[in-house]
């Protein structure tokens, strides 16, 4: 069965997409099924009506809507994929307009099943049609733990654009205590970490200091990119996520916490539920939590072996195969 996974978002200026894990859950899962391509782009459409199943992820605009109806009119099944609440985003970055809204919900009326990437997302989504968990997969080749380094590493992605005010005091303590450094990876931003940081001039450049971008290399594609900052990343002490309180919090897509899993690394994170390997804190308790995994050897090895454990669970492709044996035997 050929399954073509699609970016559902369309980039404008008035209006911006957002696909900060379509490499997890298109253009890795495509390797493995079929061709991926991003709604919009030339000869999409053909190609995903071409395919035994059309997965769309994150459908957001008219065009993804209206590739979801044809499809389901040819008889071809038809799946929506979310990593995020749509209807709670506004607590961590712009809200989803409603001109993102409808066409999300006109594809969903339009699919055979729609898919969640963590099972908290479930309930945002089961009044639009049947829903399944099916979380997002790393495969571990590539993902070997490195020796750590006295440093604390934030990679985060492109949605949030909110969090890490509520910690960034608290950081700041934890590094000058420990001397450690803070690294930021990727699509993390630097904005809530100097909104953080308050007035205080000394505070701001020391924050600022610590702060560190990877220099942008067009000549590069997604998986050297990656490559890179995992080889980096891989040398982390600890990872941190850090989302404000409310329902998006423990619904979003847990790709942060898995990518800092594979290898080995443990993470604090504000959810409430974390998963194995993670250690959950509020930012009440951010400096307290962090510190006291910082200074037990013994506690980070548990908390590594448990992370890795975890990741090696998500390593395969078991669940989409299932997935796809159902919709193709209904």
Same mark, same amino acid.
């Given at each position: ?7 559902? /978002? ?7 997409? *957002?696909?900060?894990e379509a490499y997890w859950r298109t253009l890795l899962?495509?390797?493995? &099924?079929? +061709? ?48 995020? @609440? ?7 970055d712009r809200p989803y307009a409603e001109v993102r ?26 009044? +639009?049609? =049947? ?17 750590? @380094? ?6 985060? @992605?492109?949605? /949030? ?11 700041? +303590? ?7 450094? $803070? $690294? ?12 953080? =940081?308050?007035? #205080? ?12 971008? &990877?220099?942008? *290399? ?15 990343f891989s040398q982390a002490m600890l990872s941190i ?7 998006? $919090? @423990?619904?979003?897509? #847990?790709?942060? $916490?898995?990518?800092? =899993? ?19 804190? *509020?930012?009440?308790?951010? =400096? ?39 919709? +193709?035997?209904?």
């Open positions: 069965m050929k399954v073509c996974f699609v970016v559902g /978002q369309e980039d404008s200026a008035e209006i911006p997409g *957002d696909t900060p899962p495509s390797e493995r &099924f079929g +061709q991926a391509v991003v709604i919009g782009a030339r000869g999409a459409a053909e190609k995903a009506l071409g395919a035994d199943v059309v997965w769309l992820y994150e459908p957001t605009c008219s065009s993804a809507a209206s590739l979801a109806e044809v499809a389901s009119q040819m008889g071809k099944p038809v799946v929506v994929d979310w990593s995020e @609440d749509i209807y709670s985003r506004s607590e961590q809204i409808e066409p999300a919900e006109k594809a969903m009326a339009a699919a055979s099943l729609i898919v969640c990437s963590v099972p908290a997302l479930s309930a945002v989504y089961e009044s +639009q049609g =049947a829903v399944a968990v099916l979380e997002t997969v790393i495969p571990l080749a590539g993902w070997e733990p490195g020796r750590p @380094d006295n440093f604390i590493a934030w990679w985060s @992605d492109g949605r /949030q654009k909110r969090g890490f005010e509520a910690v960034a005091p608290a950081m700041i +303590q934890i590094l000058e205590e420990t001397g450690a450094d $803070l $690294l930021n990876i990727g699509f993390a931003h630097h904005k809530p970490l100097m909104a953080g =940081a308050g007035t #205080d001039e000394e505070r701001k450049r020391r924050v600022a200091r610590l702060y560190s971008y &990877f220099p942008d *290399d067009q000549t590069m594609g997604v998986k050297e990119t990656l490559g890179r900052f995992r080889a980096v996520e850090c989302y404000l309180p409310g329902p998006y $919090l @423990d619904c979003v897509s #847990d790709v942060p $916490l898995l990518r800092a =899993a594979a290898l080995g690394i443990p993470s604090v994170t504000t959810r409430t539920a974390p998963p194995p390997g993670c250690l959950s804190a *509020d930012p009440a308790g951010w =400096a307290e939590t962090v510190l006291a995994l910082m200074g037990d050897p013994a506690l980070r090895q548990e908390k590594s072996e448990e992370a890795l454990e975890w990741a090696r669970s998500r390593s395969t492709y078991t669940a989409y195969e299932a997935v796809l044996e159902d919709l +193709q035997a209904s």
